[in-house]
Each structure stands twice: as C-alpha cells, then as structure tokens.
C-alpha cells in the first residue's frame, strides 16, 4: 500500500515524463489520483506539470473540496469536474492524465470519429477510445459530454475530448501514463497511415477473436 508521500511523488515524475516527451506544454493538463474513497490528490492550476513539487499538490473530495493545500497558493487543476466525474461514474478508475498531445489534439479538433479499430491494439490498451462532443472546458458541461460519451462506450480507458484534448484513465498513475503514450504514438500511426492511403478497420471475427483472448465482451 502506498503512501500519499508516495503518489506526490508518482504524479511529479510522471509530470516531468509527459513534459519531457513533448505531451503536455505549458501549464495545460491535469494529473490526478484518487488515494481512497473520498480523497483526490490532484494537480494545481495553472503550474507547468514539468516542474511540480510533491508539496502543490491538493488533496480534494469527491465533491471538489479542497481538503489540503499544503502550499497557500496552490488551487486544484480547474479541469477538476471531469476527474471527479470520471472517478464517480467507474470505481476501477485510481488515477487520470489529461493533457493536449499534438496529434491527439488535432483528432479532438478535427473532431475525427474513431469507433471503427484499426489495430488491435486499441482494445487491448483502451477497449475502446471514446469521443465526446464539444464542451467549455473546467465547466459542468464537461462532466455532461464524457459521461455521454461514456454511455456509448462504458469501458473506454481513452477519451478524446472535442476541441481541447484527451484524457486517459488507469489503475494506478503509471498506467493511466502509459496509455497517453500509447494514444499518443497510436493516433500518430493513423495519421501516416491515411497519408499512406487510409486503413481497413478490423472486421467483426477480428473484433471476436481479440475478445476472445481478452476473455471480454467488446
Ligand atoms: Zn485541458
């Protein structure tokens, strides 16, 4: 069992991976763990991820209520309603990444539809990768659109939310971490394979046999 001195330390690191590897820029993007049942560990607005220390973190509750800010000037990420409604709607979800990769990003602006699956790999990392519509971003319209999106696709661990980023979901930081890499480096290979001549979805027996070995129902 790991200590909350311990998940500062995870969101921190893995703030300085996805700063150094180009996935998140600025002060966008949010991290967050949820350390027990009603306690969120949660990045702060506005700093760059890339350089975060274990102490800006806040804690909050699933209400949004901040329960420690160990610095005074630090406030939760104002991304903080979708965190806490991903975290409401499935109990497997412990941690969130959200942030503006550039190709991801371009598929949220774009707007691009990604139900049909072009590698097998998409369900084994995502099930599935949903995409929600358009909502003003840190507002309760966030909440709305992902757990609309999340209707279509319940068990999606990637969300591509329209016009502003993506968001990936784990059961533990490192693993939410991973998938950004993974959405990140698997969107870029659909790009070059549209500039290649586009791509042929995997057909129904495909999906199956994939299930199969997954021991899931897509
Ligand atoms: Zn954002």
Not at 16 to 34: Q, V
Not at 125 to 142: G, H, K, M, S
Not at 148 to 160: F, H, R, T, V, W
């Amino acid at each position: 069992m790991k200590t909350e001195s311990c998940y500062r330390k995870d969101i921190v690191e893995v703030g300085k991976r996805l700063y150094a590897r180009g996935l998140l820029e600025g002060g966008g993007g949010n991290l967050s763990i949820r350390i027990s049942e009603n306690e969120v560990l949660i990045t702060p607005s506005g700093m760059c991820k890339g350089f975060l220390e274990p102490d800006q973190l806040v804690k909050i509750d699933l209400e949004g209520k901040v329960i420690t800010a160990l610095k005074e000037y630090a406030k939760p990420a104002r991304d903080y309603r979708m965190h806490l409604a991903l975290y409401q709607r499935r109990a497997d979800i412990k941690a969130i990444v959200h942030s503006h990769p550039p190709v991801a990003t371009g598929f949220a602006i774009a707007e691009y539809p990604l139900d049909e699956i072009a590698a097998p790999e998409v369900m084994f990392t995502f099930n599935q990768i949903a995409v929600t519509e358009y909502a003003l971003p840190t507002t309760e319209e966030v909440p709305v659109v992902i757990n609309k999106a999340l209707d279509k696709y319940p068990a999606a661990n990637a969300i591509i939310l329209a016009k502003h980023g993506a968001i990936t979901v784990g059961s533990e930081i490192w693993d939410a971490y991973y998938k950004m890499e993974t959405l990140e480096a698997y969107l870029k290979s659909l790009v070059v394979a549209k500039v290649m001549g586009g791509f042929k979805p995997l057909n129904a027996e495909q999906i199956k046999k994939i299930e199969e070995l997954m021991g899931v129902k897509h």
